[in-house]
T-cell receptor, first 113, second 115 residues
Framework: DTEVTQTPKHLVMGMTNKKSLKCEQHMGHRAMYWYKQKAKKPPELMFVYSYEKLSINESVPSRFSPECPNSSLLNLHLHALQPEDSALYLC????????????FGNGTRLTVT | AQKVTQAQTEISVVEKEDVTLDCVYETRDTTYYLFWYKQPPSGELVFLIRRNSFDEQNEISGRYSWNFQKSTSSFNFTITASQVVDSAVYFCALSGANTGNQFYFGTGTSLTVIP
């Protein structure tokens, strides 16, 4: 079983909806990440939180809004998405050092209609 | 600049064959770390191995082995006696001492093991 839990596993939303993706880890990791992955492509970094502070924002459109309520939780708020935003959204955590591997959740498969 | 190249897009092998997945990297950092991840059809990326730039010792874990060669900037992954459960997309990734919390992924190699 994965130690990073993501909910929901699947999400279908319209372009006017507001929804949130949730991620939780209890490994004591200090860095948490959101990645977006399109079919047959590598994961693409969106955001990084380090010690609960946003440290990297890869020029992601404002319709994606991350939130890190505490060191164990990471949310991604979605609003006014476009069909091209349909993808697998992966949460990951790490100890926050360059040598620390990422531990991924199972992902949320998002479809925007 | 940091870059990871996985030139093999798709590979198909018959069960029990050996297969090697290639990974070539570029970095200006003198200290860096290389990783392999497996992504089965279910979607989760599973961490397989990490190698430090200052440790060129090859590693074997069951049917898996990794060959790290700094001279050719390569970190190749061999699966011996492949099984159907090895079918997945495999990603090689790089992080450096000066890359913050950034990981640089290769484009992945899709491996299909035919029974």
């Amino acid at each position: 079983d994965t130690e990073v839990t993501q909910t929901p596993k699947h999400l279908v939303m319209g372009m006017t909806n507001k929804k949130s993706l949730k991620c939780e880890q209890h490994m004591g990791h200090r860095a948490m990440y959101w990645y977006k992955q399109k079919a047959k492509k590598p994961p693409e970094l969106m955001f990084v939180y380090s010690y609960e502070k946003l440290s990297i924002n890869e020029s992601v459109p404002s319709r994606f809004s991350p939130e890190c309520p505490n060191s164990s939780l990471l949310n991604l708020h979605l609003h006014a998405l476009q069909p091209e935003d349909s993808a697998l959204y992966l949460c990951a955590s790490s100890r926050g050092h360059q040598e620390s591997p990422l531990h991924f959740g199972n992902g949320t498969r998002l479809t925007v209609t | 600049a940091q870059k990871v190249t996985q030139a093999q897009t798709e590979i198909s092998v018959v069960e029990k064959e050996d297969v090697t997945l290639d990974c070539v990297y570029e970095t200006r950092d003198t200290t860096y770390y290389l990783f392999w991840y497996k992504q089965p059809p279910s979607g989760e990326l599973v961490f397989l191995i990490r190698r430090n730039s200052f440790d060129e010792q090859n590693e074997i874990s069951g049917r898996y082995s990794w060959n790290f060669q700094k001279s050719t900037s390569s970190f190749n992954f061999t699966i011996t006696a492949s099984q159907v459960v090895d079918s997945a997309v495999y990603f090689c990734a790089l992080s450096g001492a000066n890359t913050g919390n950034q990981f640089y992924f290769g484009t992945g190699t899709s491996l299909t093991v035919i029974p």
